[in-house]
């Protein structure tokens, strides 16, 4: 069910910020190589998953009837098309220490463009279906981002643990957004599609691709990097003791997030906090340099 928001007149604005990458560490929560390279695979998913979004809502631009539904889709697309370049430039700083990231990032775009990419050659009826379901699976994927932008928004103990504040920012920014537009993938595929089929069905293929290629991301991230800590290895132990610490979100809160979605009275409004999203986006010095 609906909860009723703090910000239900809010107009999504593209925030065009810049971050210098030139003294980040390799790991950027010290002495937590583990905590750091989980986080690290959002950086690998992002640019090319976000910019999959974009070419797929614009492609719903046509099929849109509710003007106030098209301006918030259309924000979301600006926001996100600045998303995947803020992340863009977590990877040239990747590559430049030497982290050979291309064999996987090349994986991930094999995924967005040809996997899920367009298909020209079906016919006009199955391109409409076609299109509405890779929407629903964006709106799966907007679940679970923001879950985590809740989540990074409340993690005062990667603060405590020392994490670079400029990584921070960039992820508390992102996190933001994300809860700030948290509702317009699912609005959206309620306006083309209500049915409960169509909602759930590419959930379940979100939440199964999605974990493994974090899995996947995580051992690769683990295995090439080129300073490891001594007795540090891609595994469940080091991941759970670094959730224990508040470096990593809890996955009985995550599987508890997942199942809410399958709840047939489910809206995404029920996730995160619009006024902290708002709070942060006006403390954020990313942000507020953007502004000025």
Do not use: C
Request: hydrophobic share 45%; glycine share 6%; charged share 25%.
């Amino acid at each position: 069910m609906k909860k009723t928001d703090e910000h239900d007149d809010l107009v999504l604005t593209p925030r065009d910020v810049r971050f210098d990458w030139d003294d980040l560490p390799l790991h950027w929560i010290p002495r937590e190589p583990m905590a750091t390279h989980v986080i690290n695979v959002l950086h690998l998913l992002l640019p090319e998953g976000e910019r999959w979004f974009v070419r797929v809502f614009r492609q719903t631009l046509p099929l849109i009837t509710d003007e106030e539904l098209r301006a918030r889709v259309l924000g979301f697309t600006g926001q996100e098309a600045v998303h995947a370049e803020a992340h863009q430039g977590v990877l040239d700083h990747l590559v430049a220490r030497n982290v050979p990231i291309a064999p996987y990032v090349a994986q991930v775009e094999y995924l967005f463009h040809h996997v899920l990419g367009d298909k020209p050659g079906i016919g006009r009826r199955r391109q409409r279906q076609y299109l509405i379901e890779r929407v629903a699976i964006i709106a799966g994927i907007e679940h679970f981002t923001a879950f985590l932008g809740d989540w990074i928004l409340n993690a005062d103990a990667l603060d405590r643990a020392g994490a670079d504040p400029t990584m921070l920012d960039l992820l508390r920014w992102h996190g933001a957004e994300e809860v700030e537009h948290r509702s317009v993938a699912f609005d959206l595929l309620r306006h083309l599609d209500r049915s409960y089929t169509r909602r759930i069905r590419p959930m379940v293929i979100a939440t199964v691709t999605l974990a493994r290629l974090w899995v996947r991301g995580t051992r690769y991230l683990m295995a090439v990097d080129p300073e490891p800590a001594p007795g540090t290895k891609a595994g469940w132990r080091d991941a759970a003791r670094a959730a224990h610490k508040g470096l990593l979100p809890d996955l009985v809160k995550l599987v508890g997030s997942v199942l809410r979605y399958f709840s047939p009275g489910y809206h995404p409004s029920q996730e995160g906090s619009t006024r902290q999203a708002v709070a942060y986006l006006g403390a954020s010095p990313a942000a507020r340099a953007a502004a000025h």
